[in-house]
């Protein structure tokens, strides 16, 4: 017969199996950890110890003002800003870094990149090349997929974003906002487990951003995990998952779109709203 002491303690045992248990598929559900993550350029710091979490099929927008950091904390996490120091995870895999933050294998930078579709400011097409090749030029030459295979899936995204008649256009002969959709088909075409948008509607004409903004929305609805950095206010609250709030280089404020937008707390994001909105 156990002692009353052993019996106690199953209770307890019980307990942090399951804790443990809900940690670890906590962690499996990661798509992007970010922690304490600092970036300077020179004397000027632009990061200050950013941490932030997005779970599988979360949509983060990431708000703020001019200078804040958002767009840096974005190109950090796939290393087209390389970080002062911090901690990336992405899907469970850590970014190993020296202790200025440099990364000791540029191959595992290469590789993690292919997870991670991004859809810059400027569409960053080459000019010099056909909707359809732009699409199929990384998936050929860098994930080696067979070219037949991957203009099929190339020319079934152009149509996904509504440019299926495009395919043998130049870019200099398109709108921007049918640029940009092409951009979005391109960050597609590599089949990533996170898309990142850096401001994807900013460089675009008004009349135009509607016809981006449906696209990142529709692939919202299909549960893709998403980083957005946006000053799209309307189109945050009501596509993201999570609002992150950045001031000076750091969170000043997060939380689900309804708590942020709608009864924010910091007296700086209430003036950022008001300013914005």
């Not at 199996?17 to 970010?34: G, K, L, M, Y």
């Not at 000791?104 to 090349?129: C, K, P, S, Y």
């Not at 050929?140 to 067979?146: A, G, I, N, T």
């Not at 942020?260 to 709203?273: I, M, T």
């Amino acid at each position: 017969m156990r002692g009353a002491d052993a019996l106690q303690r199953e209770p307890i045992r019980a307990t942090q199996a399951a804790e443990d248990a809900s940690a670890d598929s906590a962690a499996e559900n990661e798509a992007i950890r970010i922690t304490d993550l600092h970036k300077s350029f020179g004397a000027l710091e632009v990061l200050k110890g950013v941490s932030l979490t997005a779970q599988k099929g979360d949509v983060v927008a990431i708000i703020g003002g001019s200078g804040s950091g958002k767009s840096t904390c974005l190109r950090c996490i796939n290393f087209l800003e390389t970080p002062s120091a911090g901690q990336i995870i992405v899907n469970g895999e850590e970014i190993k870094m020296r202790q200025d933050g440099s990364p000791v294998d540029r191959r595992q930078i290469e590789r993690i990149r292919t997870r991670l579709g991004m859809v810059f400011q400027a569409f960053n097409l080459w000019t010099h090349r056909t909707l359809l090749e732009n699409i199929i030029e990384v998936p050929v030459h860098v994930l080696k997929v067979p070219r037949d295979e991957a203009i099929k899936r190339a020319r079934v995204l152009l149509e996904r974003v509504g440019l299926g008649d495009k395919a043998d256009t130049f870019p200099a002969f398109l709108s921007g906002g049918q640029q940009q959709r092409a951009a979005i088909a391109r960050a597609l075409a590599v089949e990533p487990s996170v898309m990142l948008f850096d401001e994807p509607t900013s460089a675009l004409d008004p009349e135009l951003v509607g016809e981006v903004l449906t696209v990142i929305r529709d692939l919202a609805a299909e549960g893709r995990t998403m980083l957005l950095v946006t000053h799209e206010m309307k189109f945050a609250r009501e596509v993201a998952t999570h609002v992150v709030y950045l001031f000076e280089g750091r969170i000043e404020e997060q939380g689900p779109p309804e708590e942020l937008f709608g009864n924010p707390q910091s007296a700086r994001l209430r003036q950022f709203l008001q300013t914005v909105g």
